[in-house]
């Protein structure tokens, strides 16, 4: 049986459909979680409150890593290395294990952007293969364009069409504004919904409006508006993974914002595309994809300047997806994404 390494991170349990896919594929997989770190020098999104030097931080995650792969279940015989972005990987990583298994292929894949949260492209030469959910950047770097997978779960061959809209999604102000805008219109169908914004619970409201206030003289963006915190839609611990993708299943209308950094489309997109469901979004890009159906996918750039009768009819609508777009989404669906990345 060949044997993979899989790096990468546990959000949103992402990683399990990946060791299941390499799995299936025949691979018994290794897998070691990492996250991004706020004391990382290269986090772009860390404020700039770097607990550790570029040189000490290096230092200790060649450390972390050495350690890491010098214990009895990581020091064996390794086939593949897939790394799910990569956000603390060292150069050692790649000189240990490939002086142990000079066959090894190394494939990176990116969910996340160098312009945006972190400077991948510093392990480039590292990969035999590498892709990224992003266009702008699949052709900045020379590395190959592939958004992200969706998973079969039975779906979309097991709907219920009666209307319901979800989603959840850390504070953007974007995100909020649309959030806002889709409840106010479904209450007004009468169509059922659940729209979560999640931010951390503030231990002290005081200290924190405080702090806003000097951010706002200051002209520094704000971490979330205390209007935005204290509304009835925003919740203080994440959805659990798993209840996460059962609203998604549940749901015949996701909402999706993008990232400012970025104009990949994210996993809920994704997911919510592969399961026929109606999609929401404020990512304009999506009309350059080959599977953009004006029927199923309905782009509102600026809450403030919608259609809201628009919105409201396509909220109640019924969606069947074509054939012919069905074709193009299974090109990602997990085993044939997977095929791609590993080909």
């Not at 809209?165 to 909020?176: E, L, N, T, V």
């Not at 979330?224 to 509304?231: G, K, L, N, T, V």
């Not at 996918?297 to 054939?323: G, H, K, T, W």
């Amino acid at each position: 049986m060949m044997k993979a390494l899989f790096i990468g991170t546990d959000y949103m349990g992402l990683y399990k459909d990946i060791v299941a896919g390499l799995e299936q594929k025949g691979y018994e997989v290794d897998f070691i979680p990492e996250d991004l770190r706020e004391e990382d020098p290269d986090y772009r999104a860390s404020g700039g409150m770097y607990r550790q030097t570029p040189s000490a931080y290096a230092r200790r995650i060649e450390h972390e890593w050495k350690d890491r792969l010098s214990q009895p279940e990581h020091s064996g015989r390794y086939d593949l290395l897939f790394v799910l972005d990569g956000v603390s990987i060292h150069p050692c990583v790649f000189e240990i294990l490939k002086g142990r298994n000079p066959g090894m292929k190394a494939v990176n894949y990116l969910f996340d952007t160098v312009r945006g949260i972190y400077p991948f492209d510093k392990n480039f030469r590292y990969f035999e293969r590498i892709a990224t959910f992003d266009r702008e950047e699949a052709v900045k770097f020379n590395i190959a364009f592939l958004p992200i997978y969706w998973v079969d779960g039975g779906t979309d061959n097991k709907r219920d069409d009666t209307p319901y809209i979800f989603s959840c999604g850390a504070y953007q102000k974007p995100r909020f504004e649309l959030f806002k805008l889709v409840r106010e219109e479904a209450d007004k169908a009468g169509v059922p919904h659940r729209l979560n914004i999640y931010a951390k619970l503030i231990p002290n409201e005081t200290m924190f409006l405080v702090r806003d206030l000097i951010r706002r003289i200051l002209h520094k963006p704000r971490r979330i508006p205390i209007e935005a915190y204290r509304s009835d839609m925003t919740i203080h611990a994440p959805i659990p993974p798993e209840e996460y993708r059962a609203l998604m299943a549940k749901a015949s209308l996701v909402v999706d914002t993008n990232a400012p950094h970025q104009d990949g489309l994210t996993a809920r997109f994704m997911w919510a595309l592969g399961a026929g469901k109606k999609i929401v979004t404020n990512n304009k890009s999506v009309k350059e994809y080959d599977f953009y159906d004006p029927a199923q996918i309905l782009i509102v750039e600026d809450a403030s300047s919608c259609d809201r009768e628009a919105l409201r009819n396509f909220m109640l609508s019924a969606y069947q997806m074509p054939a012919d777009i069905r074709r193009i989404v299974d090109k990602y669906r997990l085993d044939n994404w997977l095929d791609f990345l590993l080909q």
